[in-house]
């Protein structure tokens, strides 16, 4: 029987995943009009923005600048909130489940997070077409393993009972 003070933590999680799933979808077509627009090395430092710190880049230059500017440093942005997101995941996850390989999935996903901003990174600082390719491959893989602890934390998935064979006669 599960407690209610479980029950509460795992609605949470759930919740938690949702959100994240949520801001990684915008962030995979955010991704693609950098691609597309050709607007990857608008900032051409990183991990600041033009010398600022990433979150400390005045956003009336960032609003009101070139539009490749406010795709690339929005990207950048929205990237950092599903890192963040993906960190507070793991934590609710390691406090509210007990399922160690999702624990471990989770410490996948935070893994893969860092992976994908540090790739992205890199393209910027060597400026390198194939690690944007690399860039761009790895986001969807990251955007299926959110919906699977989407799918993972759900109730559906918590209530599921594995089906006992039934005994012939």
């Known amino acids: ?10 609605r949470w999680t759930h919740r938690w995943a949702v959100v994240l799933a949520c801001a990684t979808f915008p962030l995979l077509w955010v ?4 691609t597309t627009t050709d607007a990857g090395m608008a900032v051409p430092d990183w991990p600041n923005t033009y010398g600022y710190n990433l979150f400390l880049y005045p956003w009336q230059t960032w609003v009101s600048g070139p ?9 950048r942005l929205l990237a950092s909130s599903v890192g963040m997101l ?7 996850l390691m406090r509210n489940d007990d399922r160690r390989w999702l624990k471990v999935l989770g410490v996948a996903a935070l893994a893969l997070v860092v992976f994908q901003g540090v790739l992205g990174g890199m393209r910027v600082l060597f400026d390198e077409r194939t ?4 860039h761009g491959c790895t986001g969807p893989v990251f955007f299926a393993l959110t919906v699977g602890l989407v799918v993972f934390t759900s ?15």
């Open 131 to 134: 690690l944007a390719m690399l």
């Open 67 to 75: 539009w490749d500017l406010f795709i690339e440093h929005g990207h």
């Open 155 to 169: 109730r559906s998935w918590l209530n599921t009972q594995p089906q006992q064979p039934v005994a012939s006669a």
């Open 86 to 92: 993906t960190i507070w995941l793991l934590v609710l």
């Open 1 to 10: 029987m599960v407690s209610s003070a479980e029950q509460f933590g795992s």
């Open 31 to 34: 991704g693609g009009l950098v």
